[in-house]
């Protein structure tokens, strides 16, 4: 399947679904070393996207991208939601009004919601954040089309890389967020924003 409009709004709905299923453990996972609503935050904010979404028509992903940040900024709560807005709106406007992402467009689009969270949450490789799981994604997509693999290959890597990083975030003390509080304490939890944001792209490439 392309990278196109169709697959933009499987790609939510996906989102959604795999979100619901696994609400219980990202609320687990934040009530660790934060506030604990990160999944109830997340399912409330992906179930608004999609009624919007099933309710609009769209010719371009980066018009689904961009309900999708509407929506999540309106709707989420705590940091996930300006956060994961923000990542959704500068993919938006990184794909433009391209029909089909190939390759290059695909790196873009990743390159621009990892900046977006970094420029939001002021947040590096290393602090146990997000950024872990973007970094890491948008690390093995650039690799990836520059070895001249297609845009599926290229989210399929990016997608795995980000399970890895947010895997590396459990040994991290916290220097962003509540978990910054906990200082060693914190160390041997995984992240609930870097492991949703490896649901959030193994989603896109299920949809693919």
Same mark, same amino acid.
């Given at each position: 399947?392309? @990278?196109?409009? $169709? ?23 934040? !009530? ?7 999944? &109830?935050?997340?399912?409330? +904010? /992906?179930? %608004?996207? =999609?009624?919007?979404?099933? *309710? ?11 309900? #999708?940040?509407?929506?999540?900024? *309106? ?8 956060? /994961?807005?923000?990542?959704? @709106? ?15 467009? @695909?790196?873009?689009? @990743?390159?621009?919601? !990892?900046?977006?969270? =970094?420029?939001? +949450?002021?947040?590096?490789? +290393?602090?146990?954040?997000? =950024? ?5 994604? #948008?690390?093995?997509? *650039?690799?990836?089309?520059?070895? +001249? ?11 795995? $890389? %980000?399970?890895?990083?947010? &895997?590396?975030?459990?040994?991290? =003390?916290? !220097? ?17 924003? %870097?492991? *949703?944001? %490896? ?10």
């Amino acid at each position: 399947m392309a @990278l196109d409009t $169709a697959w933009a709004i499987d790609w939510v709905r996906r989102t959604a679904a795999t979100i619901d299923d696994h609400r219980a453990e990202l609320v687990t996972l934040d !009530r660790e070393i934060g506030d604990g609503d990160h999944g &109830e935050n997340l399912d409330r +904010g /992906f179930r %608004a996207v =999609v009624e919007a979404v099933d *309710s609009a028509t769209f010719d371009t992903p980066g018009a689904v991208f961009k309900t #999708v940040a509407t929506k999540l900024i *309106s709707t989420v709560g705590g940091a996930a939601g300006p956060l /994961f807005g923000t990542a959704y @709106l500068k993919a938006a406007q990184a794909a433009g009004d391209t029909a089909e992402l190939d390759a290059d467009t @695909l790196v873009a689009v @990743l390159t621009a919601a !990892r900046d977006g969270i =970094v420029s939001r +949450g002021k947040a590096e490789v +290393g602090d146990k954040t997000m =950024v872990d799981a973007w970094s890491a994604a #948008v690390d093995a997509a *650039s690799t990836a089309a520059a070895a +001249g693999e297609g845009p599926e290959r290229v989210l399929a890597a990016a997608a795995d $890389a %980000a399970v890895a990083g947010a &895997e590396s975030t459990e040994p991290l =003390v916290a !220097r962003k967020g509540r978990a910054s509080y906990l200082g060693e304490r914190a160390v041997g939890h995984r992240d609930p924003g %870097a492991q *949703s944001t %490896a649901y959030i792209l193994r989603a896109a490439v299920d949809a693919a």
